[in-house]
């Protein structure tokens, strides 16, 4: 069927219509007329394969990658780099009108590089006759695709490739595993490896081995949950420093870290600013981690309380904190069990601050603060369908949309990055 693609929807698929049904259409392009067949059909909505691009649309451009298309990491290759951000926003703003009602404001828009930008890639690998084959899974599989090199991957990770695939077939893995590299901001790399690696032990000290890595971690669960530690895996890592500048945390690479090292500190940055984190203000954040918006806020002055689940994570924010002589409150907990901790229960903060995972805040988080007497949030978002959902509770209780921005953090990707503030 011959379609022309109207606009981009969310996970990046082009759609347009015929007859009064709407064809999604993968790895197409605003303005493109083009081939497609159908692979899934429902009512009004048909899921459809691109079979050839018969008109490119005005921000069609040539990928750059030889995998791109086969490859599941990326999905906007094919469209000007300068013209994501915007498209975003368009995709970004479809999302909000259609699941919580909401027509939003212009987004302030924060970019950065739209390459060689990612400073962790999870690599997947596979035993095979003897050998060990690793790369990415394709898309919407589990077939492999094997690389050597990623044109959005930092280049300190793509040096490394050659010596990690090397490193993979000496390992003695029994299933299938993953290998994360990591990149610090001095190019240092350490090294996550998970799943059946065989004795981890022997995994970590081969991975330690490789020139330019600083150290490995590895597990495997069919042998325990305990990690074997090689050298030092720990790697620097950039955030907001306040007035323009920087400073630098050490983190565990088995924790959580952004994947876009050099935007994180602007992204940081917009969050203490929307947050108006300054001297006296009273900060709730959830889901802290190793306090890469916990530092920043507390340089600025705030009172933080801290909220995070992964204990290792805190006692890292902790330390962080110490190596400044900045103070903060640091509790364990899960966000969801906020008002069954008389602590938190009890406090009266200026702002909440909450960078939760893709899944979002989730009913009963939101629930409770929509409960509590605030006045202010801020939420960082990296799913625009639950930021949707967690908003339509707090805009249902009394809030209002203050201020929003879009901060691309993965330029070839769907992925979407979304700060907003909301007052009541």
């Known amino acids: 069927m011959r379609i022309r693609i109207e606009k981009l929807v969310h996970q990046g698929m082009g759609i347009g219509r015929i007859d009064g049904h709407v064809w999604l259409v ?3 392009a605003p303005g493109d007329l083009v081939e497609a067949s159908p692979v899934r059909q429902r009512p009004g909505l048909v899921e459809a394969r691109l079979d050839a691009i018969l008109e490119p649309g005005p921000d069609r ?3 750059v990658c030889p995998v791109y298309g086969r490859c599941g990491g990326c999905h906007l290759q094919h469209i000007a780099c300068d013209r994501q951000p915007a498209l975003k926003v368009d995709v970004l703003r479809d999302v909000m009108r259609r699941i919580a009602k909401i027509d939003l404001p212009q987004p302030i828009i924060v970019t950065g590089r739209p390459w060689s930008y990612r400073c962790r890639v999870e690599l997947h690998g596979i035993p095979k006759n003897g050998g060990t084959r690793i790369g990415f899974f394709a898309r919407h ?4 695709v094997e690389i050597d090199r990623c044109p959005i991957a930092d280049d ?31 190019g240092q790399l350490g090294i996550v490896a998970r799943g059946g690696i065989g004795d981890p032990v022997f995994a970590a000290r081969i991975l330690a081995d490789m020139p330019g890595i600083r150290g490995a971690a590895a597990t495997n669960p069919s042998r325990g949950h305990r990690w074997a530690v090689e050298g030092n895996p720990e790697v620097s890592f950039p955030t907001d420093g306040g007035n323009g500048g920087l400073t630098t945390l ?22 203490r600013e929307f947050a108006l984190a300054g001297p006296g203000i009273k900060v709730l954040e959830l889901f802290a981690g190793a306090g890469n918006l916990t530092i920043p806020m507390a340089l600025a002055g705030a009172d933080v309380t801290a909220v ?8 890292r924010a902790g330390e962080e904190l110490k190596a400044r002589g900045l103070n903060a409150i640091l509790k364990t907990a899960r966000v969801e069990e906020l008002s069954a901790d008389p602590d938190l229960a009890s406090l009266v903060p200026d702002v909440v601050v909450a960078d939760p995972p893709r899944t979002g805040l989730g009913p009963v988080a939101a629930h409770a603060l929509a409960r509590m007497p605030l006045s202010h949030v801020v939420i960082c978002s990296c799913e625009p369908s639950t930021l949707a959902r967690d908003l339509t509770v707090l805009m249902d209780s009394g809030f209002r949309l203050d201020r929003i921005a879009l901060v691309d953090m993965f330029p070839q990707t769907f992925h979407i990055e979304t700060v907003v503030s909301l007052v009541r």
């Open 156 to 186: 300190a990770l793509n040096a490394v490739v050659p010596a990690l695939r090397e490193a993979a077939s000496r390992m003695r893995a029994t299933s299938p595993f993953t290998i994360e590299p990591v990149a610090g901001e001095d």
């Open 141 to 144: 599989s589990r077939d492999m």
């Open 308 to 315: 995070e689940l992964n204990r290792e994570a805190l006692l």
């Open 250 to 271: 050490v983190l565990d690479p088995r924790g959580f870290t952004q994947a876009n090292r050099r935007l994180n500190p602007a992204l940081a940055a917009t969050i």
């Open 61 to 63: 451009v040539e990928p």
């Open 26 to 28: 993968p790895l197409s």
